[in-house]
């Protein structure tokens, strides 16, 4: 299996633009989480869907924010517009059945974001 | 609610030294409990879990961890650490039952080995 794929690996962009992220869960899997990780913060999650559904979004930090499932192959989070604190790596992780409950999350390899 | 207290943002051990990295949760009913481990440029992979089975537990590289109840803790040891072990370390908790949980990570400890 190709694991949790994430693109862009690095993403550089001015305040005030639209950024989109992108995963692709490994086949198979019912939940998709995403998270942001940064030095001040750590490990924050922000959102999880099960099936294609949002289950929680309370990490969402503002209606900047907003992420999708149309498929159980892609999620997207979007930041429009962007601001340097935005600036992390946001990582998308993907889990089977039963995942909130056990904990047993697969991590992608995370998308570096720079707002400059 | 419930939380991760993991104890020293950084340790550093000498190649073949033992490694302790410490946490301690907060849980109101019996939790799940993790180790993850994140190297340089990459995402988290799992350790090893704790899910209400035997209290030590025996992970990936030669980790393992112990629950202990009374004591709140969730400790990660390993008896000789090796270069390759430099890495960032995170304890996470989920709550046992029921659906919809989230898995709560602490802050990390990183890892340092030196020859």
């Known amino acids: 299996d190709a694991g949790v794929i994430q693109s862009p690996r690095h993403e550089v962009t001015e305040m005030g633009q639209e950024v989109t992220l992108r995963c692709k869960p490994i086949?198979?899997?019912?939940?998709l989480f995403w998270y942001r990780q940064t030095m001040m913060r750590g490990l924050e999650l922000l959102i999880y869907?099960?099936?294609?559904?949002?289950?929680?979004d309370s990490g969402m930090p503002e209606d900047r924010f907003s992420a999708k499932m149309p498929n159980a192959s892609f999620s997207t989070l979007k930041i429009q517009p962007s601001e340097p604190r935005d600036s992390a790596v946001y990582f998308c992780?993907?889990?089977?059945?039963?995942?909130?409950?056990?904990?047993?999350?697969?991590f992608g390899e995370g998308s570096r974001l720079t707002v400059l | 609610a419930q939380s991760v207290t993991q104890l020293g943002s950084h340790v550093s051990v000498s190649e073949g030294a033992l490694v302790l990295l410490r946490c301690n949760y907060s849980?109101?009913?019996?939790?799940?409990l993790f180790w993850y481990v994140q190297y340089p440029n990459q995402g988290l992979q799992l350790l090893l879990k704790?899910?209400?089975?035997?209290?030590l537990v025996k992970g990936i590289n030669g980790f393992e961890a112990e629950f202990k109840k009374s004591e709140t803790s969730f400790h990660l040891t390993k008896p000789s650490a090796h270069m390759s072990d430099a890495a960032e370390y995170f304890c996470?908790?989920?709550?046992?039952?029921?659906?919809?949980?989230?898995?709560?990570f602490g802050t990390g400890t990183q890892l340092k080995v030196e020859l």
């Open positions: 992780a993907s889990g089977p059945v039963g995942t909130p409950n056990t904990g047993e999350l697969f």
């Open positions: 086949s198979g899997h019912d939940y």
């Open positions: 869907f099960n099936n294609n559904v949002p289950i929680d």
């Open positions: 849980s109101s009913v019996p939790p799940y």
């Open positions: 704790y899910t209400s089975a035997a209290t």
């Open positions: 996470a908790v989920s709550r046992r039952a029921g659906g919809g949980n989230k898995l709560t």
